[in-house]
């Protein structure tokens, strides 16, 4: 009888055992024997692969930022699920903010990667978190009036440093008003309310005066004349125009709707150059390169927070369910507040629960690949990437080294079984 039944056990275990072995346990022994051959896979190198795994600074900056992401993605996950877990409880509609929060993990990687790969865009147009940004950026600084425009070089203006231009010769109060041209203006950054700039050209200046137009040197349809005002050309409202002596500004003005300017109390015994600083033509703020070298891995990590914050707080809220109410009340009889009762009760008795969901995230995020290849573009994927990118990367990528993707992979499976043990060990020791 005991025999038949070690038979039966052994005939329902048999099909688990045939697929871990053949789903697990040969590709991690193959994986082990291949990282002990070259790249062609007929020379037996040893331990080359892992010692040129260390020397490769690619490799080195894989390990770098799988350090970030075991250090940042889980710490902040735990704590967001834990306040989020503990938040839910206070509000009415408990259970629908859950399914929200929890609802991202219902989205393939693969989905929830071209989702941020979008929002990520730099181009504001594109880019719903730029278009954020540009938005919140413009309320509170002001833009270049002519972002893009330059000055017509040649007798009367002349480019300066830190994109600004300047008269090419020096001007004294009384002198005749200077005309300086501008192009490159695009028709709809022309103010509404400019008007011709001629009359203001050849306005004589006032005593002790200095004074001149800026212009848009263009006549629509042709026929104008370079460097000079014609009769339909529009002044340009709103430049900042310095008279700069001795190498620094000494007074500054704005043009008008004809785009004429004025500086009034200027010693009349000086010489001045006219100076249009380089704010006047900078280029428009385009927001943040999110998806750039210093941000990229940040950014993929804030992908990473979303799809995985209603995971952590599901199993935390199971945790904070199942704590004894009687010593949250008898705490509160005692006077504690809500902030003492959260740290020194809350936060003890769900240290179990803690500790499981910040493993689990830990030996999740030792495996992350999809984000990381679809979010990073491809001239800053080397600088986002990771274990699991880069053994893929230096095994079918271009690399075409499995042996060294081999010795890559033992790498990340030595990393992630202390982990996978230590979880082990904890549900065990919970389930008795």
């Known amino acids: 009888m005991r025999r038949?039944?070690?038979?039966?056990?052994?005939?329902?275990?048999?099909?688990?055992?045939?697929?871990?072995g053949a789903l697990v346990v040969y590709p991690v022994l193959f994986s082990v024997g291949?990282?002990?051959?070259?790249?062609?896979?007929?020379?037996?190198?040893?331990?080359?692969?892992?010692?040129?795994?260390?020397?490769?600074?690619?490799?080195?900056?894989?390990?770098?930022?799988?350090?970030?992401?075991?250090?940042?993605?889980?710490?902040?996950?735990?704590?967001?699920?834990?306040?989020?877990?503990?938040l839910v409880e206070k509000i009415r509609w408990a259970a629908a903010f859950k399914v929200l929060l929890f609802l991202p993990m219902a989205v393939s990687f693969l989905a929830a990667g071209i989702i941020f790969r979008l929002a990520y865009e730099e181009d504001p147009d594109k880019g719903v978190l730029n278009a954020a940004v540009v938005g919140v950026h413009d309320l509170v600084a002001d833009g270049s009036s002519y972002p893009g425009a330059r000055a017509r070089e040649g007798e009367t203006a002349r480019k300066a440093r830190g994109g600004a231009y300047e008269t090419a010769a020096s001007?004294?109060?009384?002198?005749?008003?200077?005309?300086?041209?501008?192009v490159g203006v695009k028709p709809q950054d022309v103010p509404a309310a400019a008007r011709p700039a001629a009359q203001a050209a050849s306005a004589p200046p006032?005593?002790?005066?200095?004074?001149?137009?800026?212009?848009?040197?263009?006549?629509?349809?042709?026929?104008?004349?370079?460097?000079e005002v014609d009769a339909e050309e529009p002044g340009l409202p709103g430049v900042t125009v310095e008279a700069v002596r001795d190498g620094g500004a000494v007074a500054s003005a704005t043009t008008a709707a004809d785009g004429s300017f004025a500086f009034t109390d200027l010693d009349a015994s000086g010489s001045y150059v006219l100076r249009l600083p380089g704010a006047n033509f900078a280029a428009p703020y385009t927001g943040v390169s999110w998806l750039g070298p210093a941000l990229v891995t940040p950014a993929i990590i804030g992908a990473y927070?979303?799809?995985?914050?209603?995971?952590?707080?599901?199993?935390?809220?199971?945790?904070?369910?199942?704590?004894?109410?009687?010593?949250?009340?008898?705490?509160?009889?005692?006077?504690?507040?809500?902030?003492?009762?959260?740290?020194?009760?809350?936060?003890p008795l769900l240290a179990p629960v803690l500790t499981v969901v910040f493993v689990t995230l830990v030996i999740n995020?030792?495996?992350?690949?999809?984000?990381?290849?679809?979010?990073?573009p491809g001239p800053v994927q080397q600088d986002a990437t990771v274990l699991a990118t880069q053994m893929w990367l230096v095994s079918f990528g271009g690399g075409n080294d499995q042996g060294l993707g081999s010795a890559l992979g033992v790498l990340l499976l030595l990393l992630v079984i202390p982990a996978m043990v230590f979880n082990v060990r904890r549900f065990r020791r919970s389930q008795s």
């Open 4 to 20: 038949r039944r070690r038979i039966i056990a052994v005939a329902f275990v048999l099909p688990a055992l045939l697929l871990l």
């Open 34 to 86: 291949r990282s002990l051959f070259d790249a062609s896979g007929t020379r037996f190198v040893g331990g080359g692969n892992y010692v040129e795994m260390f020397r490769d600074p690619a490799t080195l900056r894989a390990v770098r930022n799988s350090t970030v992401w075991v250090v940042v993605a889980p710490t902040l996950l735990t704590g967001l699920g834990l306040v989020l877990a503990v």
């Open 171 to 182: 001007l004294s109060p009384g002198a005749a008003p200077v005309a300086l041209p501008l």
């Open 206 to 227: 006032a005593a002790g005066e200095l004074r001149g137009v800026v212009y848009l040197d263009f006549t629509p349809g042709g026929g104008g004349r370079p460097g």
């Open 305 to 347: 927070l979303w799809i995985w914050t209603g995971f952590a707080m599901v199993l935390i809220g199971a945790g904070l369910s199942a704590l004894p109410r009687d010593a949250l009340e008898a705490a509160r009889m005692d006077g504690a507040n809500e902030w003492q009762i959260f740290r020194r009760i809350t936060v």
């Open 365 to 376: 995020v030792m495996k992350v690949f999809d984000l990381i290849y679809i979010i990073a």
